[in-house]
């Protein structure tokens, strides 16, 4: 649980893939707006996990209280996905 990080979504560029919300397994999103992405739960975010982001095709995601340096391995850097799961043992 985090109380001071959680995904924020720049709808500007998101491109509502679904991948965020399919892949979080900790109830973050609300999955009845799938494939749009709608942060309903963010205390159930797991501190310093970037499972969302790293995983989104666009970069569309960052962190708040993200004071890690991270930056979103996709979209315009378009670089190859970073590690950072919050090793649950789910997908992030
Ligand atoms: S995948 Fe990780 S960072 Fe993304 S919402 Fe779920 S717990 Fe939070
Ligand atoms: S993974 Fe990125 S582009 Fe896809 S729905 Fe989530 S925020 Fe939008």
Known sequence: ???RWYPVVDYSICIECGTC???CPHGVYDRTKSPSP???NPVACVDHCHGCGN???VGAITYVGD???WTPPKGKKDSKAGQGGCSC???C
């Open 1 to 3: 649980m985090a109380k």
């Open 21 to 23: 919300v399919e892949k």
């Open 38 to 40: 709608v942060v309903k």
């Open 55 to 57: 995983r989104c095709p």
């Open 67 to 69: 004071d890690t340096g």
């Open 89 to 91: 043992g789910g997908c």
